[in-house]
């Protein structure tokens, strides 16, 4: 079946940046989209952008332009996604979600931004 | 970048049938918003339901469908039970931008 597991909990000092992995399994990874989606605290969820796995193509919400990159490695089956100068506003769940259908979600990842 | 709206909070009786809607600060929602709409319970990732407007994944309860309502998205909940107590959230795309709505909080009592 789908799996998607992706990296384990950090805490980061604003100003700094954090890489996120999502590993995946269970399917032929260059066939489907990967999203990745943050959510902060009792907020809802935010579309921060998405990768085409079969040929890194990237799209990615306005708001996160020039700050973050999402990439991918074919070979390991792997997405990441990487965001830059982070401040406290970037503390949340961040997820990767497979499918252009958001089909599978991975357990998420959280991210703690404190000085 | 555009508001996504829903209603905070709704109630609906064991059995009964609730209307959920998603609107859009720029007019009317159509099929080209491709309207998703996600379950979320507590300490849990959300869950999707409804993708395009009205598909379901193969995990999507017969009780949930999707539409277009009023110029706005909507998932209509019938037969509601108590595990359907959760947080709804919408997303609507624009132009390949994803934008979620703030989410209805269902309450089956």
């Known amino acids: 079946q789908v799996q998607l597991v992706q990296s384990g909990a950090e805490v980061k000092k604003p100003g700094a940046s954090l890489k996120i992995s999502c590993k995946t399994s269970g399917y032929t990874f260059t066939s489907y989209t990967l999203h990745w989606v943050r959510q902060a605290p009792g907020q809802r969820p935010e579309w921060m952008g998405r990768i085409n796995p079969g040929n890194g193509d990237t799209e990615y919400l306005q708001k996160f332009q020039g700050r973050v990159t999402i990439t991918r490695d074919t070979s390991a089956t792997t997405a990441y996604m990487e965001l830059s100068s982070l401040t406290s506003e970037d503390s949340a769940m961040y997820y990767c979600?497979?499918?252009?259908?958001?089909?599978?979600w991975g357990r998420g990842t959280l991210i703690t931004v404190s000085s | 970048q555009a508001v996504v709206t829903q209603e905070p909070s709704l109630t609906v009786s064991p059995g009964g049938t609730v209307t959920l809607t998603c609107g859009s600060s720029t007019g009317t929602v159509t099929s080209s918003h491709f309207p998703f709409w996600f379950q979320q319970k507590p300490g849990q990732a959300p869950r999707t339901l409804i993708y395009d407007t009205n598909d379901k994944h193969s995990w999507t309860p017969a009780r949930f469908s999707g539409s277009l309502l009023g110029g706005k998205a909507a998932l209509t909940l019938s037969d509601a039970q108590p595990d359907d107590e959760a947080i709804y959230y919408c997303?609507?795309?624009?132009?390949?931008?994803?934008?979620f709505g703030g989410g209805t909080e269902l309450t089956v009592l």
């Open positions: 979600v497979q499918h252009w259908y958001f089909e599978v």
């Open positions: 997303m609507l795309s624009y132009s390949g931008a994803r934008v």
